[in-house]
């Protein structure tokens, strides 16, 4: 065979045959890591929910030592937060036990009809680190609309293995809106206030 038909023998066989496969790398779907939310469970421990409410020209603290929630947040998309908090309202401890007692009375929160209180978010409105997060918070049965003007502390590792979610968050309620009417007049002015300051502070564990 000359040399020009071998050239031409060896194009045309070149043609004909598949070229050599270049491997070709096809994501995993299973491989990439979509964040999704976590429930989180509320350490009581390390948590705090207390109230101020004004008297005569003071004011009173107290807080609640019995209650429990959920945080389910995934936290690179705050606003898909959901909050769902019950609280016994016989624990309420504003250290004095005269005072204590009748708050657990009909005049406010009547535990033995209405044994806990409850919130439960229904959106959240996101600004950096700080959330407007919307719900609705029932005392005595009455239900209403709140906002909780909160703020995310972040999350991390603990000493036992678990990972933990912060948050503090406010809200200003009047009393009367749920059925807390109870007062005293001296001089034409209640000795109680009608809007009372709550604080939340909330540690929760990733289950």
């Known amino acids: 065979m000359n040399t020009i038909l071998s050239i031409l023998l060896v194009g045309f066989l070149s043609l004909e045959s598949p070229a050599p496969a270049i491997p070709v790398y096809v994501p995993d779907s299973g491989s990439a890591v979509v964040a999704e939310p976590a429930t989180y469970k509320i350490d009581p421990v390390h948590s705090e929910v207390s ?27 705050l606003t898909g937060i959901d909050i769902d908090v019950t609280i016994r309202t016989a624990s309420i401890e504003t250290f004095n036990d005269q005072r204590d007692d009748h708050l657990q009375t009909p005049d406010f929160f009547a535990v033995e009809e209405f044994p806990t209180m409850t ?89």
């Open 51 to 77: 109230f101020r409410v004004r008297h005569l020209v003071g004011r009173v603290f107290g807080t609640f030592t019995d209650w429990e929630g959920t945080v389910v947040v995934d936290p690179a998309n």
């Open 119 to 207: 919130f439960k978010s229904t959106r959240a409105v996101q600004n950096g680190d700080k959330l407007a997060i919307h719900g609705d918070l029932t005392i005595r049965g009455t239900t209403k609309p709140v906002v909780l003007d909160a703020r995310y502390l972040g999350q991390g590792p603990d000493p036992w293995g678990g990972e933990r979610i912060g948050f503090v968050a406010s809200t200003t309620i009047n009393r009367h809106d749920f059925g807390v009417s109870f007062n005293q007049v001296v001089d034409g002015t209640g000795v109680i206030g009608d809007e009372v300051e709550i604080e939340i502070a909330i540690e929760a564990v990733r289950q």
